[in-house]
């Protein structure tokens, strides 16, 4: 993974002395509050219910053992003892105080992390596919490139004051699993004979508005893409709206415009661009960065492992783990491993600082020091063999974190909702208790199959409703919280914004409701093959909609 | 606040006249950019120095004609987080090779300075923050990332040797 060198450390120090003297003048009444906000914002502090929260970037969600050891001490010496896991492949602390966050940000940058520009009107962390680097299906590791985005975009001096926030999100895999349509500007790397470049989406999100990002140019080369990264961003920053919060992020300029106009607008900045306006980064600079990256040297194990399927064979809980929680290496002899943050009842994406010592040791043991945060809010060890699996398996459910529910209803993207944040009209994490009550039993889950449950407690989106091949949005009438279900939605490659199906469900009517959608599908499904959301498709909503509103 | 440029603080001879008000001779003004348009063909004739004020939502490009004959361009910045001045900045300066005096005026605060440096700017007219508070703001970072207009270079290039 990449390392700071000694730049990157300068830059990430001065940060933090900057950010200390920001609050010392905000304390002192200098800064009022107006103004400090954004400032506090751009380095991740937000106000919440109770407390303070701190955000802090986990860069296209790749973290070193030692890193997510220091994220288990600040958890457990300055938060209540966890830390929360974002669909931005980011970590939350939200029980922080104000004075202890310039101390925190000192002890993030002792391990190479920051909190710089994890929220405010500005770039955020650039996300990817948490399988990078060890996928089967992807043309290249594009982390390289999302190293390479992460620095151009911190502290650039044209786009720290946007309309509105803005997130890039990469991948080079066919399979998107990094929700590229759903992102203010989403990159796919493609390979034209010998060249590497970005097929350009531009302008989806999630939100009150959700919309499916259009296809703005369909390979801009490797090296010209920060000169078309400006110019999308210099197009956007003069012309998005800043008249009004709701309509200002860019994918509003790209539906008022016309995606034809803003491509033409985009196209004429790009081809404006003077040669010494060019960013023109040295190949030795491109290389340099690709050079910490490079795959690890996996020592060779046998395609099948007799360790691996002699225990498949002895324990039943282990092989209901891998049967769900393993997905393709590229290596033989070698998998990808999710640790599920999603145990039944439990809150999603939250980890104890045990639970991430435990997940430090086993990357440093087993995994090549390498550990992943995914947009569903769970952990990967991106490299492990077959062979040590059983290991692996013993440690994680020692640790409590052995869920066997990857891609399950049970996985579900749940955002803090209304028991933490400021903005949600109703609560998002005791309706998905709820529902994960109603289909705890694993043989159920595995019955039903692959299927994306995703439950926001505000239309801000930031539990990815829309994108959930079943949505909940927590809504507020006259005081009392109601639950709208839309179907339909996707975040992979055929993203695809879900259908609301119609009047809001009272929070206890919502897990029988969904029992009622799912044993319909399961009763209408072509064969057991067929998921939930390819049924849904060849058979329309109404047959889901209706068991919805049936009554018992 | 006084006007701060080139590290000290600066007399300042420019005065602002908002559309309609007299332009006396012999004197230093910054109008509109739609009267500065307007009047261009006359001012020429006259023994008055005429700098231009651009609004967050005025198009640079209609300025590039007069450029090498400004010695003021002030961009406003009406809320300090509307960062529109920015791309301005960077256009006039790296694009349109503007080298007159480019102020930054309106909600000016220390905390923008980096930045405004960074994208072309060189005098700050602020709120509240004096001499020795914008010269720290300059220097609070060492290292920067990305080309600018400030003249400061980036770290890819100091990798490696230049």
Same mark, same amino acid.
């Given at each position: 993974?990449?390392?700071?060198d000694?730049f990157d450390?300068q830059?990430v120090r001065?940060r933090?002395?900057?950010? $200390?003297?920001q609050?010392?003048?905000?304390?002192?009444?200098e #800064?009022?509050?107006?103004?400090?906000?954004?400032?506090? #914002?751009?380095?991740g502090v937000y106000l919440?219910?109770h407390s303070y929260?701190?955000?802090?970037?986990?860069?296209?969600? /790749?973290?070193s053992?030692?890193?997510?050891?220091?994220?288990?001490?600040?958890a457990?010496?300055?938060?209540k003892?966890?830390?929360? %896991?974002?669909?931005?492949?980011n970590?939350?602390?939200?029980?922080?105080?104000?004075?202890?966050v310039p101390?925190?940000?000192?002890l993030?940058?002792?391990?190479e992390?920051h909190?710089? /520009?994890t929220?405010?009107?500005?770039?955020?962390n650039?996300?990817?596919?948490?399988?990078a680097?060890?996928a089967?299906?992807?043309?290249?590791?594009p982390? =390289?490139?999302c190293?390479?985005?992460?620095q151009?975009?911190?502290f650039?001096p044209?786009f720290?004051f946007?309309?509105?926030?803005?997130k890039i999100?990469v991948?080079?895999a066919?399979?998107?699993r990094?929700?590229?349509?759903?992102?203010?500007?989403?990159?796919h790397?493609?390979q034209r004979?010998?060249?590497?470049?970005?097929?350009?989406?531009v $302008?989806?999100?999630q939100?009150?508005? =959700? +919309?499916?990002a259009s296809?703005?140019?369909?390979? +801009?080369?490797?090296?010209?893409?920060?000169d078309?990264?400006?110019?999308i961003?210099r197009?956007?920053n003069?012309h998005?709206?800043r008249?009004n919060?709701?309509?200002?992020r860019?994918?509003?300029?790209?539906?008022?415009?016309?995606?034809?106009?803003?491509?033409?607008?985009?196209e004429a900045?790009?081809a404006?661009?003077?040669?010494h306006?060019?960013?023109d980064? =040295?190949?030795?600079?491109?290389?340099?960065?690709?050079a910490?990256?490079?795959?690890?040297?996996?020592?060779a194990?046998?395609e099948?492992?007799?360790?691996?399927?002699?225990a498949?064979a002895?324990?039943a809980g %282990?092989?209901?783990?891998?049967?769900n929680?393993?997905?393709?290496?590229v290596?033989?002899?070698?998998t990808?491993?999710t640790?599920?943050l999603k145990?039944?009842g439990?809150t999603?994406?939250?980890?104890?600082a045990?639970?991430?010592e435990?997940?430090?040791?086993?990357?440093?043991?087993?995994?090549?020091?390498?550990v992943?945060?995914?947009?569903t809010?769970?952990?990967?060890? =991106?490299?492990?063999a077959?062979d040590?699996?059983?290991?692996?398996?013993?440690?994680l459910?020692?640790?409590?974190?052995?869920t066997?529910?990857e891609?399950?209803?049970?996985?579900m993207?749940?955002c803090? $909702?209304l028991d933490?944040?400021?903005l949600?009209?109703?609560?998002?994490i005791?309706v998905g /208790?709820a529902? /994960?009550q109603?289909?705890?039993?694993p043989?159920?889950q595995?019955?039903i199959?692959r299927?994306?449950l995703?439950?926001?407690?505000c239309?801000?989106?930031?539990?990815h409703?829309?994108?959930?091949?079943?949505?909940?949005l927590? +809504?507020?009438?006259?005081?009392?919280e109601?639950?709208q279900i839309?179907?339909?939605?996707?975040a992979?490659?055929?993203?695809?914004?879900g259908?609301i199906? $119609?009047p809001g469900?009272?929070?206890?009517?919502?897990?029988?409701a969904?029992k009622?959608v799912?044993?319909t599908?399961?009763? #209408?499904?072509?064969?057991k093959?067929?998921? %939930?959301?390819?049924?849904?498709t060849?058979l329309?909503?109404?047959p %889901?909609?209706e068991? #919805?509103?049936?009554?018992? | 606040?006084p006007l701060?440029?080139?590290?000290?603080?600066?007399d300042d001879?420019?005065?602002?006249?908002e559309?309609?008000?007299e332009?006396s001779?012999g004197?230093?003004?910054t109008v509109?950019?739609?009267?500065f348009?307007?009047e261009a063909p006359?001012?020429?004739?006259r023994?008055?120095?005429v700098?231009?004020r651009?609004a967050?939502d005025?198009?640079?490009e209609?300025l590039?004609?007069?450029?090498?004959?400004i010695?003021?361009i002030?961009?406003?910045?009406?809320k300090?987080?509307?960062?529109r001045?920015y791309?301005?900045?960077?256009?006039?300066?790296?694009r349109?090779?503007y080298?007159?005096e480019?102020?930054?005026?309106?909600?000016?605060?220390?905390?923008?300075?980096?930045?405004?440096?960074r994208?072309?700017?060189?005098?700050?007219?602020?709120v509240?923050?004096?001499l020795? !508070?914008?010269?720290?703001?300059?220097?609070?970072? !060492?290292?920067v990332?990305?080309?600018g207009?400030g003249g400061q270079?980036?770290?890819f290039r100091?990798r490696?040797?230049?």
């Amino acid at each position: 993974m990449y390392r700071y060198d000694e730049f990157d450390e300068q830059i990430v120090r001065e940060r933090v002395a900057q950010f $200390g003297g920001q609050v010392a003048r905000r304390l002192s009444g200098e #800064l009022l509050e107006d103004e400090f906000k954004p400032l506090r #914002l751009q380095n991740g502090v937000y106000l919440q219910m109770h407390s303070y929260m701190l955000r802090i970037a986990i860069p296209y969600g /790749q973290l070193s053992p030692r890193q997510m050891r220091q994220l288990a001490r600040i958890a457990r010496d300055f938060d209540k003892g966890y830390g929360h %896991f974002t669909t931005r492949q980011n970590i939350q602390f939200h029980w922080i105080a104000l004075k202890d966050v310039p101390e925190v940000l000192g002890l993030l940058a002792d391990v190479e992390m920051h909190a710089i /520009q994890t929220s405010g009107n500005c770039i955020r962390n650039t996300t990817s596919d948490h399988f990078a680097g060890a996928a089967q299906d992807e043309i290249k590791d594009p982390r =390289p490139w999302c190293e390479i985005i992460r620095q151009w975009s911190t502290f650039h001096p044209e786009f720290a004051f946007l309309p509105r926030k803005f997130k890039i999100a990469v991948t080079a895999a066919e399979t998107d699993r990094a929700a590229i349509r759903v992102h203010d500007i989403g990159l796919h790397m493609r390979q034209r004979g010998d060249a590497v470049g970005f097929e350009v989406h531009v $302008g989806g999100g999630q939100g009150r508005t =959700p +919309v499916i990002a259009s296809l703005v140019n369909q390979f +801009v080369p490797e090296d010209r893409l920060l000169d078309y990264l400006e110019a999308i961003m210099r197009v956007y920053n003069l012309h998005g709206r800043r008249d009004n919060k709701y309509k200002a992020r860019i994918k509003i300029l790209v539906t008022e415009l016309g995606e034809e106009e803003f491509t033409r607008q985009v196209e004429a900045e790009f081809a404006s661009q003077k040669p010494h306006e060019k960013i023109d980064l =040295p190949r030795e600079e491109i290389d340099r960065i690709h050079a910490y990256f490079a795959r690890p040297d996996f020592p060779a194990r046998p395609e099948v492992s007799d360790a691996f399927e002699a225990a498949r064979a002895s324990d039943a809980g %282990f092989a209901r783990w891998v049967k769900n929680n393993l997905h393709p290496h590229v290596t033989p002899g070698y998998t990808s491993v999710t640790i599920s943050l999603k145990p039944v009842g439990g809150t999603t994406g939250d980890a104890m600082a045990a639970q991430m010592e435990t997940v430090a040791d086993l990357a440093e043991t087993y995994g090549f020091g390498d550990v992943r945060v995914t947009h569903t809010q769970n952990l990967i060890l =991106p490299h492990v063999a077959l062979d040590d699996l059983p290991a692996i398996f013993a440690d994680l459910v020692a640790a409590g974190i052995a869920t066997p529910n990857e891609g399950l209803i049970t996985d579900m993207i749940v955002c803090p $909702g209304l028991d933490f944040c400021t903005l949600a009209n109703a609560r998002s994490i005791p309706v998905g /208790q709820a529902v /994960q009550q109603v289909f705890a039993d694993p043989d159920y889950q595995e019955d039903i199959g692959r299927l994306h449950l995703n439950i926001s407690g505000c239309i801000n989106a930031c539990g990815h409703h829309h994108i959930g091949h079943i949505g909940i949005l927590g +809504v507020d009438k006259k005081g009392e919280e109601f639950y709208q279900i839309s179907f339909g939605g996707r975040a992979d490659e055929k993203a695809a914004i879900g259908d609301i199906t $119609g009047p809001g469900l009272k929070s206890e009517e919502v897990p029988g409701a969904l029992k009622r959608v799912i044993d319909t599908y399961r009763s #209408l499904r072509s064969s057991k093959d067929e998921i %939930f959301i390819d049924t849904l498709t060849r058979l329309g909503h109404d047959p %889901f909609k209706e068991a #919805l509103y049936a009554t018992d | 606040m006084p006007l701060i440029k080139h590290g000290a603080e600066s007399d300042d001879p420019w005065d602002y006249v908002e559309d309609g008000a007299e332009l006396s001779d012999g004197g230093y003004f910054t109008v509109r950019l739609s009267r500065f348009l307007a009047e261009a063909p006359t001012l020429s004739d006259r023994n008055t120095r005429v700098g231009v004020r651009l609004a967050s939502d005025d198009d640079v490009e209609e300025l590039v004609p007069y450029l090498q004959d400004i010695q003021l361009i002030e961009i406003d910045f009406p809320k300090y987080t509307d960062g529109r001045g920015y791309s301005q900045a960077q256009l006039l300066r790296r694009r349109h090779g503007y080298k007159g005096e480019l102020r930054a005026v309106g909600h000016v605060l220390r905390d923008q300075i980096f930045y405004m440096n960074r994208s072309g700017i060189d005098a700050y007219d602020t709120v509240r923050a004096d001499l020795p !508070s914008v010269l720290e703001a300059l220097k609070e970072y !060492s290292e920067v990332y990305q080309p600018g207009a400030g003249g400061q270079v980036p770290v890819f290039r100091k990798r490696h040797g230049s």
